[in-house]
């Protein structure tokens, strides 16, 4: 008699449970749908900027006004990469981290015997290093007090490298570990790093009004504008220094091996 | 005792041959006619003995079977697949429809033709399990036994192409995960081919990267124009093809590569 009752309640519980998570998972994947609204030009153009950044002219991204959620106002949202050439999108970050497992899984197999068992090899170390910039990037949000929002867009710049990266992995894989291959992971460096502190310029750095500190309490503007600014000056430099480093530095050089 | 084994199928084998493949299937997949192909015809057998049940009863053991809902007795009929007056026939009822497995296999095969953006409603994963497992036995027929990877590969790539499909679709479409997975393995159907043909021509040699690549690149073709028709993105195409490329390309990797699967050579990272 207690049993019907207690499956009613495990019931209630299961389907409590599996709408809080579906609730979430739709949340995460509004959130996440402005970055992959992406159209052929954009990933054309978006490239081409990543591979020549130097000369190109205005970074900020653009925006617009629409009627916001509530009645008679309106918000100003940014516009998204199908339209906006410097907008920040995720399906290229992730396709090229894709590609460059998949590239060097390839470039394992031919320089001996391919076992699929390298897939699941190269994946692991480069969702470990992706991780890892992520909790970087977290706790760098974190003390700088920037907003959750700006995390996923700098999620999105960070994916950037792997373009880079995959250009420097073949250059390796053809010429060998010598000049050329050097020059070509100086290239994408430093293209590397003139995009982002070109791009993060207006993600990172307020113009004005005050902000507040990880304690709570408000800061100076000049003071949080350099904090933010060393960040950013490091984050560009060393960060991905190290990065490329760590994840073209095995690829390749088996094959002389 | 003994009017359970007074044989009744021998005296349906003339009903059978009356009634056999004539009503197939009854309800949503239309009636298709017993001659058409020999599979269906071969099944029609089974068809026959579930119309056991449906058919009105023959005299000898009405009497016995009428008050069971017409379910026939008789050991010869516990190994048949009849059953109750009103249930469908066994593959209706399991969902296999051939007719709609063969028009799939032929749209993929035939990539230059217009598809129908209707046809991939009807979704099942009877036929991609099928090729799966076909691609499976090419591969160990030549010496690799990746069966594991090619689960894994496919369950993992099949996930994460239909959340990335979801995330860039439009907010007026929408992919369920069983569609999905149906079209991409239908369309794995060509390098289940390139792979039965290295079962007796090695592959890794300049013809073999050769067909690799044209059979990805037809398979590629013809996943993305069934994915760029469900979901309306035309101005996407490249990039709804680039990652199906990359996933059958992991598939052709498999193929080409890896004889001889002995241990895991570790990288030195």
Known sequence: MAAPMAFNMARAAMGGSTEMAEKNISRYFSTLKPFFAVTNIYVIRKLYLLVNPWRHSPWSRQSTTRASANRGETETVYLQPREDINAPDMYIPLMSFVTYILLSALLYGLSGTF????LGYTASSALGAVMFELVCLKLGCYLLSIGNSTLLDL??????????????ILATAMTGSGWISWTVFGYFYLAQAFFLLRSLKYVLLPEDGQVEAANGYPMAPRQMRKRRTWFLFGYSYVVQFIFMMTLTSGVGKVKGA | MAQFFSPPPQQQQGGYGAQNGLQFYQSQYGQVSGHTTPSQGGYGGFGGMGQMGTTPMVSSASGVAGDRGGLRMGWLAAFGTGGYDDE???LEELGVNFTHIKGKTLAVLNPLQTVDQHMMDDSDVAGPIIFCVLFGTFLLLSGKVHFGYIYGVALLGSISLHLLFNLMSPPTHSLNYIRSASVLGYCLLPLVFSS?????????????YFLSVAAIVW????ASNMFVGVLGV???????AYPLALFYSVFGIMSIFGSKASGGVAPKL
């Open chain 2, 88 to 90: 469908p026939p066994l």
């Open chain 2, 234 to 240: 035309r101005e996407m195409r490249w990039l709804v």
């Open chain 2, 219 to 222: 398979s590629t073709y013809a």
């Open chain 2, 196 to 208: 039965g043909l290295g079962v007796a021509y090695p592959l890794d040699g300049l013809v073999g």
């Open chain 1, 115 to 118: 076992h699929p068992e390298m």
């Open chain 1, 155 to 168: 999620v999105a710049y960070s994916g950037y490298k792997f373009v880079g990266v995959i250009f420097i």
